[in-house]
């Protein structure tokens, strides 16, 4: 296993659209193990492969619910209601924004083995599918969201300020 360089907005393969992956194979495998121990190092909650500069359609999400879920060739099926709240992005060190989602998501995937299952999210879960399945797509969070990027900082600040 080893911890993989995160790339950073400006630089062009996060703007492009992943393949689906047709076969499991031992470097696949080993991707998913860093894509793990990547996101864990930086403390995010979700990775997508365009941004450790692989081109195809696989996500890493621990949202601490106890799960660790990959999805390889992600659908999502269905989604209803709404949730507005402060989202961040490895791929965007330092900053946050506001963005509104949906509640509730229903996701179709293939896990390691390959084999087809059905994920429902909600909450923070819904967040980080739909987050991730946009990156699969060339999509950053940056270009939803609603008012300012703000420093993760100043958000620190702020907080502090108000205590
Ligand atoms: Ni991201």
Redesign the pocket.
Known sequence: MAIRKVRVIGDEILGKVCKPVKEMTPRTRELIEDMFETMYEEN?V???AS?VGVLRQIVTIDVEDGNQYVLINPEILETSGEQTGYE?????PGKTGIVTRPDHVRVRALNEEMEPYELVGEGLLARAIC??CD?LKGK??VSMVEGELKDTDAMDEEEESEE
Do not use: D, R, T
């Open positions: 995010g979700g990775l997508a941004q961040g992005c490895l791929s965007v987050h991730e990156h950053l969070y």
